[in-house]
C-alpha cells in the first residue's frame, strides 16, 4: 500500500477527518497512523516526516504533502476517476471558490464550536461572530444544493464535502439551527458509512485535550 495518512486524534483534528473521509469515500487505499495532539513527542515525530510539525500529512513514496487541501489537489491528480472536482468548469470553479473561503476562513464558529466528536449533543450560545459564520455557510450549503440538487454540494461526494465535514460535526454537535436543505445535506453526509466509522474510532479514544472541550472542567460523553 503506497498511502501513508499521518492524522492527530479522530474525536478533535478537523484537518486531519478531511482527507481521511475524502480517500474514504473514494475508494482510495491508504495506511493510516494516529499521532495524538497532546503527546510529549508529537512535533518531534511529525517534524521528522514534515518540516510544518502539523497533521494531516500524506506520505506517497518520497513525495510528502502536509496540508489538507493540498492532500485533496494532490489525490484528484492522482486519482482523476474518484472525480473530487466536479467535471463542468463552472461548477469546479464554484468547489473550489467556496473550498478556498472555507481553507482560510470562519475564524470565529473554528474557535467557538471545536470540533468534538464526543460530546454530546447540546446548544451552545452563539456569539455575532459565529452566527454570521453559520449563516454564511448554510448560504453556500443551500446554493450549491439548488444548483446541483443533492444529495452532496456538487451532486456526487468530492473535495468540496470533505472540507465542509468537520463543520457538520460542529453544527451537529452544538444543535446548531440551520435551515431545512443544509440539515438535509447533513443527514446524507452523516449517513456515510465512512462517517460512522471515523465516529466510532473516536469514541474509543482515551485523550483529553482541555482546549477542545466547551464544556471543561466536564468531559460529557456519549
Same mark, same amino acid.
Given at each position: 500500500?503506497?498511502?501513508?495518512? !499521518?492524522?492527530?486524534?479522530?474525536?478533535?483534528?478537523?484537518?486531519?477527518?478531511?482527507?481521511?473521509?475524502?480517500?474514504?469515500? =473514494?475508494?482510495?487505499?491508504?495506511?493510516?497512523?494516529?499521532?495524538?495532539?497532546?503527546?510529549?513527542?508529537?512535533?518531534?515525530?511529525?517534524?521528522? !516526516?514534515?518540516?510544518?510539525?502539523?497533521?494531516?500529512?500524506?506520505?506517497?513514496? /518520497?513525495?510528502?504533502?502536509?496540508?489538507?487541501?493540498?492532500?485533496?489537489?494532490?489525490?484528484?491528480?492522482?486519482?482523476?476517476?474518484?472525480?473530487?472536482?466536479?467535471?463542468?468548469?463552472?461548477?469546479?470553479?464554484?468547489?473550489?471558490?467556496? &473550498?478556498?473561503?472555507?481553507?482560510?476562513?470562519?475564524? =470565529?464558529?473554528?474557535?467557538?464550536?471545536?470540533?468534538?466528536?464526543?460530546?454530546?449533543?447540546?446548544?451552545?450560545?452563539?456569539?455575532?461572530?459565529? =452566527?454570521? /459564520?453559520?449563516?454564511?455557510? /448554510?448560504? !453556500?450549503?443551500?446554493?450549491?444544493?439548488?444548483?446541483?440538487?443533492?444529495?452532496?454540494?456538487?451532486?456526487?461526494?468530492?473535495?468540496?464535502?470533505?472540507?465542509?465535514?468537520?463543520?457538520?460535526?460542529?453544527?451537529?454537535?452544538?444543535? &446548531?439551527?440551520?435551515?431545512?436543505?443544509?440539515? !438535509?445535506?447533513?443527514?446524507?453526509?452523516?449517513?456515510?458509512?465512512?462517517?460512522?466509522?471515523?465516529?466510532?474510532?473516536?469514541?474509543?479514544?482515551?485523550?483529553?485535550?482541555?482546549?477542545?472541550?466547551?464544556?471543561?472542567?466536564?468531559?460529557?460523553?456519549?
Amino acid at each position: 500500500m503506497s498511502l501513508h495518512l !499521518i492524522i492527530g486524534n479522530k474525536n478533535y483534528s478537523s484537518w486531519s477527518f478531511r482527507p481521511w473521509l475524502a480517500m474514504k469515500v =473514494a475508494g482510495i487505499a491508504f495506511e493510516e497512523t494516529l499521532i495524538s495532539l497532546e503527546a510529549q513527542d508529537f512535533k518531534a515525530r511529525v517534524m521528522a !516526516i514534515s518540516g510544518a510539525g502539523r497533521v494531516p500529512v500524506l506520505i506517497d513514496g /518520497d513525495i510528502r504533502i502536509w496540508e489538507s487541501l493540498a492532500i485533496l489537489e494532490y489525490l484528484a491528480e492522482k486519482f482523476p476517476a474518484a472525480a473530487l472536482w466536479p467535471p463542468q468548469a463552472d461548477a469546479r470553479a464554484l468547489a473550489r471558490a467556496i &473550498v478556498s473561503e472555507m481553507h482560510a476562513g470562519f475564524m =470565529a464558529l473554528r474557535r467557538h464550536l471545536p470540533m468534538n466528536v464526543s460530546r454530546p449533543v447540546k446548544a451552545r450560545p452563539l456569539d455575532d461572530g459565529v =452566527a454570521v /459564520d453559520v449563516i454564511r455557510i /448554510d448560504a !453556500i450549503w443551500s446554493e450549491c444544493l439548488a444548483k446541483a440538487g443533492g444529495p452532496f454540494l456538487f451532486g456526487a461526494f468530492g473535495a468540496a464535502d470533505a472540507m465542509y465535514a468537520p463543520v457538520i460535526w460542529r453544527f451537529h454537535t452544538y444543535a &446548531v439551527e440551520v435551515s431545512d436543505a443544509a440539515r !438535509i445535506y447533513m443527514r446524507a453526509v452523516m449517513a456515510l458509512p465512512a462517517w460512522n466509522e471515523w465516529r466510532a474510532a473516536a469514541r474509543r479514544e482515551p485523550w483529553v485535550l482541555p482546549h477542545d472541550e466547551v464544556d471543561w472542567p466536564q468531559v460529557p460523553r456519549e
